[in-house]
């Protein structure tokens, strides 16, 4: 059964103090993994999907990065705007359901 | 364009009543999937159709089940609800890279 842990659960920074975001997984075939960002009472909005280890996506102050077992989403110099749950979730090959994890909590303060 | 819509966006249920769910996904897109968020959790897989047919269904009792229309729009039914449904649901659009829609807030009392 496919498994996605994030940590950390809740994270609060200064406004441009870069930090990471954990995802790590087991999946039996990796379609895809993806990122997505979800503000409160909102659903979520893609950010990237990335397919094979060693693969990196960026998207202005974000970067998506992939190995076997975790992806990372580095965010730098963030704003308070940046301020959202990050979700990671897998794609199997069997290709239809994508399994979230229970998100990090991201707190971006001026 | 368009993105993916749902209705409503918010319901009161008392338990026991049933209680259906609308979306429209993306002009195109032929495939829909419904999501059950419960606060603080990550969203979890409840169906995936696609071309009508059901191609996919998560971990979800018989009370929930689903349908998609000739235009690709799709209801998600609950019956007998329990206090646990309260969630945000979502409607997913795309085959592949999902687009979200802002869910409907379905609180059971």
Redesign the interface.
């Known amino acids: 059964e496919d498994q996605v842990t994030q940590s950390p659960e809740a994270l609060r920074l200064q406004e441009g103090e870069s930090s990471s975001l954990n995802c790590s997984y087991t999946v039996s075939g990796l379609r895809g993994l993806f990122w997505y960002r979800q503000d409160p009472g909102k659903g979520p909005e893609f950010l990237f999907t990335l397919y094979s280890a060693g693969e990196e996506k960026e998207k202005e102050r974000l970067k998506a990065t992939l190995t076997k077992k975790e992806s990372f989403l580095h965010i730098t110099a963030p704003k308070p705007e940046d301020s959202a749950t990050y979700l990671c979730a897998v794609q199997d090959n069997s290709g239809y359901a994508l399994n979230f994890g229970k998100g990090t909590s991201l707190l971006v303060t001026p | 364009d368009a993105g ?1 819509t749902q209705s409503p966006t918010h319901l009161i249920k008392t338990r026991g009543q049933h209680v259906t769910l609308r979306c429209s996904p993306i002009s195109g897109h032929k495939s829909v ?1 419904w ?1 059950q968020q419960v606060l ?6 409840i169906f ?1 159709y696609y071309e009508k047919e059901e ?2 269904r ?1 971990n979800f009792p018989d009370r929930f089940s689903a349908r998609q229309f000739p235009n690709y729009s799709s209801e998600l039914n609950v019956n007998a609800l329990l206090l646990g449904d309260s969630a ?1 649901y ?1 409607c ?1 659009s795309g085959d ?8 409907t ?1 379905l609180t059971v009392v």
């Open positions: 993916v999937s999501y603080g959790q990550g969203p979890q897989f995936q191609r996919g998560g945000l979502l997913a592949y890279g999902y687009t979200f829609g802002s869910g807030r």
